[in-house]
């Protein structure tokens, strides 16, 4: 009997607290106050993460990209709730490009230098760019030869950026980039121009049911 007693004082302080903490939730409109949210609670299910229309297809992304911002998404276990919400929802202008990459930090500028200039000559010889990209890129784009998939500003160096992300280089034209900081070399063709695509930034948090 005592037990039962305690339990049900329990039950409105537990409903008091999750109201209180959706609430606290709802209250959330920004990336900056969903960081200052788990930097406060510091949950171990807690995180912000970022979803690209044209990178995520899941069918959680699907459902979060017909919230709008500030819309929320609750799935339910029988041991525990996760919500989901929009904080932030934006077109970012993407880009795509095949590129192959010299990396002249474990030999020297002129023998990478060099080494471009004989695949580009290759290349102008009528070599395809991805078996090109293949056998003399480094880096993870080799293997796909050279593609680098959709990518934004700021995700490559920003000597590649101020380069290539230019609106003066055509579709299928071919271009070197110098990035000496890094003592990398790139030859770069550009497949795909600036696009806008949608994407949204969601907070996610798990808690226990108890």
Do not use: C
């Not at 919400?85 to 993407?94: G, N």
């Not at 580009?120 to 991805?130: D, H, I, N, P, V």
């Not at 770069?188 to 121009?193: A, R």
Request: no cysteine; net charge neutral; glycine share 4%.
């Amino acid at each position: 009997m005592k037990h039962l007693f305690t339990l049900l004082l329990l039950i409105p302080l537990l409903s008091f607290s999750q109201e209180s903490f959706e609430k606290q939730l709802d209250s959330i409109s920004t990336s900056e106050e969903a960081t200052a949210f788990l930097k406060e609670n510091k949950p171990t299910h807690g995180k912000l993460f970022t979803f690209n229309k044209e990178k995520h297809k899941t069918r959680l992304a699907n459902d979060l990209f017909k919230l709008s911002k500030g819309g929320k998404k609750v799935t339910r276990t029988d041991f525990k709730k996760t919500f989901y919400k929009v904080v932030d929802k934006a077109d970012v202008d993407y880009f795509k490009f095949n590129i192959i990459v010299f990396d002249a930090a474990k030999t020297s500028n002129e023998d990478a230098i060099s080494k471009r200039s004989k695949v580009l000559a290759q290349y102008e010889s009528g070599y395809r760019f991805k078996d090109l990209a293949k056998h003399n890129s480094v880096g993870p784009t080799a293997k796909m030869g050279g593609d680098t998939g959709w990518i934004k500003a700021g995700e490559m160096s920003e000597a590649f950026d101020n380069e290539a992300l230019k609106e003066d280089h055509n579709l299928s034209e071919i271009f070197s980039v110098d990035d000496l900081e890094n003592k990398t070399y790139y030859l770069v063709i550009k497949t795909e121009n600036r696009t806008p695509i949608e994407e949204i930034t969601v907070l996610k948090f798990t808690e226990d049911i108890e």
